[in-house]
């Protein structure tokens, strides 16, 4: 069996997304997508023909079976679910609201996800055809039992010379388990090849302090000599990094940071207009990384393709991109 897929491992879960400033109780209408940020970029790279594998938790029913065979529509590896629990988790969000906002209910404790146990999964076997894993903060922030896994999961990818991604997706709501994202992330990052985030995300959950306190009121000058700091403090104290990339959303453009083998590259300027949603965008954003890498494009190719991939999903409905690569190339500035 050739060795070459990604291995995409966090939490599996329903959004519910009742539409913004309607009574959804009384018309009994409120939609669902799969989500999950590390079930996002899974599907957008099964999407863009990139052989992938998935790695969950769910319970055994019907739903679980129902779930399951949707992704495998959609050309996603699920051999490596694990059976347990239950209870698949979720949250609840208005329609076009970001994952920040204060509205966001969750409703994932006790999930089979949050009670994973160390040592129940055969990593060896998992990552026998695997050359790329992926995995979120997320994961690390909602039980001692998930960031032991994710660790675990790490040392075996670690001891197979298996590059490991991170997206850096603070959620302050999710970290209640009595350890700060500092702790638990400096420990993890540790292993790490590629990083995602932001620069407030990285003071939060590395430490590591923003020379700016907010995007408002700085020129995009200012923000991109920002960013470079950091990842320079980034390199310094996680030296397996080789490739780091930071998003900014401002309120009506994007563009994105990647410091890659010494040198800083700055996407294009993206401008947005009558955004439909934007959960499901820094996911985006991140499977684009990983496409351009894998794909050996240059600095430049990787950082605007995953900038346009992200601006592109503002645009769209639920929580996973279903861009072609064409629409994307075709939108690249």
Not at 4 to 30: D, M, R, W
Not at 85 to 110: E, H, P, S, T
Not at 277 to 302: K, Q, S
Request: hydrophobic share 40%; with cysteine.
């Amino acid at each position: 069996m050739s060795i070459h897929k990604v291995f995409c491992f966090g939490e599996i879960l329903l959004h519910y997304a009742p539409p913004s400033g309607t009574n959804y109780i009384e018309s009994q209408n409120t939609p669902f997508y799969l989500g999950g940020a590390e079930l996002n970029v899974a599907t957008a790279l099964a999407n863009w023909d990139m052989p992938v594998k998935y790695g969950t938790a769910m319970p055994s029913h019907f739903l679980t079976d129902t779930i399951i065979s949707d992704l495998a529509k959609k050309n996603i590896d699920t051999s490596a679910i694990q059976f347990s629990g239950n209870r698949i988790g979720c949250f609840y969000l208005a329609a076009g609201l970001d994952m920040k906002n204060a509205g966001v209910v969750y409703d994932r404790d006790n999930s089979s996800f949050a009670s994973i146990q160390k040592g129940s999964i055969d990593w060896k076997e998992v990552l026998k055809d695997v050359s790329w894993f992926h995995f979120s903060a997320i994961s690390a922030s909602l039980t001692q039992n998930a960031t032991d896994v994710c660790e675990e999961a790490l040392i075996a990818a670690t001891e197979l010379g298996i590059p490991i991604s991170v997206d850096l997706n603070y959620r302050a709501k999710l970290w209640q388990y009595g350890k700060t994202p500092i702790e638990v992330m400096t420990r993890l990052v540790k292993y790490c090849t590629v990083l995602m985030g932001n620069l407030w995300a990285v003071e939060e959950m590395l430490g590591i302090k923003s020379t700016i306190k907010s995007s408002e009121g700085y020129t995009q000058e200012h923000l991109v000599e920002a960013a470079h700091k950091s990842m320079l403090n980034l390199k310094k104290q996680f030296p397996l990094l080789n490739t780091m990339a930071y998003t900014f959303r401002l309120a009506a453009t994007y563009f994105g940071v990647m410091y890659n083998k010494n040198n800083l590259y700055t996407s294009p300027t993206y401008n947005m207009n009558e955004v439909k949603n934007i959960v499901g965008t820094g996911d985006c954003f991140m499977a684009g990384l990983i496409y351009g890498i894998r794909h050996n494009n240059t600095p430049d190719e990787i950082i605007n393709f995953a900038a346009a991939a992200a601006v592109g999903k503002l645009y769209e409905l639920g929580d996973a991109t279903e861009q072609s690569l064409e629409q994307i190339k075709n939108s690249m500035l």
